[in-house]
């Protein structure tokens, strides 16, 4: 413990135990921090004694777009308010029993009541896969739009024109596993059951070789200016 002890780096790391990413996809949300019970897991950096008053904001990811380490148990999830009014009111929680070694991923999501001051959340599981080929990309899609239908994501490789279907139909507040897709630029879609016209689309999305990707749809789907098929790593 001396000041000028040398110091030891040969031990190794502790194990990660469970992982989990943040994101603000609820519409007309505020600025949030975000809890796992009461223990502060993301942060705004601060210029000042004082903490940040912004939170992370909506369509933002907390911790950087970073996993966050925690230890494995039953835990309730909420994102909080960051402004000086109404702060720390929870605007959503959620229960969630995350295991150890395993990914999670925590959405606040759907339309922000302001009567309320509530907005729905969710969790879903970051299933990676085990045996990972770095010569391609993983693809998944998350559905965190609460006034639209189970929907279909398809891509389209923009130099050939082939496509892949990721999962199958998503219901609100769910995701499909992650699909193998050759590196590339696609042009995205999504559908509904039996539709014949997009619902919403997002073109020139690259992906690469040895990489992981979230497509979430977010937003208000009566608001098109809002709706959007976010693209996190």
Not at 86 to 99: C, F, G, Q
Not at 145 to 163: F, G, L, Y
């Amino acid at each position: 413990c001396e000041k000028t002890a040398v110091q030891d780096i040969t031990a190794p790391m502790p194990e990660t135990s469970a992982r989990i990413k943040f994101f603000n996809f609820g519409v007309g949300a505020p600025g949030v921090n975000f809890y796992a019970d009461d223990v502060k897991m993301t942060a705004i950096s601060s210029t000042t004694t004082s903490e940040a008053t912004t939170g992370v904001n909506f369509g933002g990811v907390g911790a950087g777009g970073l996993y966050v380490a925690i230890d494995p148990g039953q835990y309730t999830l909420s994102g909080r308010i960051a402004a000086a009014t109404d702060k720390d009111l929870a605007i959503t929680t959620t229960p969630a029993n995350l295991e150890n070694g395993k990914a999670y991923s925590f959405y606040v999501s759907g339309i922000y009541n302001t009567t309320t001051k509530t907005a729905d959340s969710f969790v879903v599981e970051d299933p990676f896969i085990p045996e990972f080929d770095y010569t391609t990309a993983y693809v998944r899609f998350v559905h965190a739009i609460s006034n639209a239908n189970p929907m279909t994501m398809t891509i389209r490789e923009r130099t050939d024109s082939s496509t892949v279907v990721i999962g199958g139909e998503v219901p609100y507040k769910s995701a499909t596993p992650f699909v193998k897709v050759p590196p590339g630029s696609y042009d995205l879609s999504t559908r509904y059951a039996g539709a014949t016209t997009n619902a919403i689309t997002r073109t020139a999305v690259g992906f690469a070789p040895g990489r992981v990707y979230t497509i979430a749809a977010r937003g208000n789907i009566t608001t098109a200016s809002t709706v959007l098929l976010d693209n996190t790593l």
